[in-house]
């Protein structure tokens, strides 16, 4: 359940899936539960030998009312199909009265080559039309419903986990709020142009954070971000035991890396040998300051908050929480 809810607090993942969600139920709803039903359709829709029928039963009716207005009606009903089956019936009256069968079609064709409409609409095809308009309206209100309550189950299930308490991503927003950010022009140095609170909080499987960085134009300078490099031992949540920091420059055709580490992970020959070809490897301490630099940006990260996790893997050996602050300025500042 932990891994699942690691997963889903990423906005793409979880959108992706209450959408299948919604749409699989939404289906299931549709043609399961409550399939549509098509009625009052027109004859239009019957195979031909049926249409067939319709239309025999339409000039015996004829022959008795003579309404041409009803004849026109009931020949439209059947649509493209109506020729062929008056074609048919014609050359197989089946002892209906060919005279009768032949006023039929002359009185429809003088009704349709003269432009008359049929002083009654009875638009059984309209009707049709409408009832299947109906359906699939009502099909896609109730799949907006169901992918509404999905959005709102999966935001609740996110939001809180099994015991009540907040999920990793929650606890590092709240951390990033509380925590201030220096003011550098107290320290005589420029303002930087953009500053950033990123939190790691233990259980943050997927944690990855990148920030854009743009000219106050809106041009594009690159990025800069950080996200998880190692981790130790076996089991969820993850045990880490590095961060990677890094700096794109659209100017340099190299990104700057530093690989954040524990105390153990730094002392641990094998651990540095696997994180080595990464970047250079920094001790994490609080109050540290680690800079990187490219051909035109230079970016100070400084360790606001460290915490170790206590367990049975070796002391100081992974994060419970990390806080850093990322400040950034042009190289020429």
Not at 70 to 82: H, I, P, T, Y
Request: glycine share 8%; proline share 6%; net charge negative.
């Amino acid at each position: 359940m932990q891994s699942l809810i690691a997963y889903l607090k990423k906005p793409p993942s979880s959108i992706i899936l209450i959408l299948a969600l919604g749409v699989a139920l939404g289906i299931l709803y549709a043609w399961v539960i409550s399939p549509p039903e098509f009625i009052n359709a027109t004859p239009e829709n019957l195979r031909s030998d049926l249409q067939e029928d319709y239309l025999r039963m339409a000039i015996d009716s004829y022959r008795l009312n003579q309404d041409p207005n009803l004849a026109v009606q009931r020949w439209q009903n059947l649509g493209e199909g109506a020729g062929p089956a008056f074609t048919t019936v014609q050359q197989n009256p089946k002892g209906m009265d060919p005279a009768v069968i032949n006023l039929f079609g002359q009185q429809v064709r003088r009704v349709l080559t003269s432009g008359e409409t049929p002083s009654e609409e009875i638009a059984s095809g309209s009707g049709s039309q409408l009832i299947s308009v109906v359906v699939t309206g009502a099909g896609i209100f109730a799949l907006l419903v169901i992918i509404v309550a999905g959005i709102i189950f999966f935001r609740r299930l996110l939001a809180k986990r099994g015991n009540g308490e907040p999920t990793p991503a929650m606890q590092a927003t709240q951390v990033n709020k509380q925590s201030a950010k220096t003011n550098y022009e107290h320290l005589g140095l420029a303002p930087p142009i953009t500053q950033t609170m990123t939190t790691y909080v233990s259980g943050d499987d997927l944690y990855d954070e990148s920030f854009s960085i743009d000219t106050q134009a809106g041009e594009f300078m690159g990025e800069y971000g950080v996200g998880v490099s190692e981790s130790i031992g076996v089991g969820d949540p993850k045990k880490v035991t590095a961060l990677e920091i890094w700096l794109f420059d659209k100017n340099d055709i190299k990104t700057a890396t530093k690989v954040l580490m524990s105390e153990h992970a730094y002392n641990d020959p094998a651990i540095r040998g696997r994180l080595e070809p990464k970047g250079e490897l920094v001790l994490v301490e609080p109050q540290a300051q680690i800079l990187l630099e490219t051909a035109t940006l230079q970016l100070l990260a400084t360790v606001v908050d460290l915490e170790y996790g206590r367990g049975p893997l070796p002391q100081n050996s992974y994060f419970e929480r990390v806080t850093l602050e990322l400040a950034l300025w042009p190289k020429n500042a």
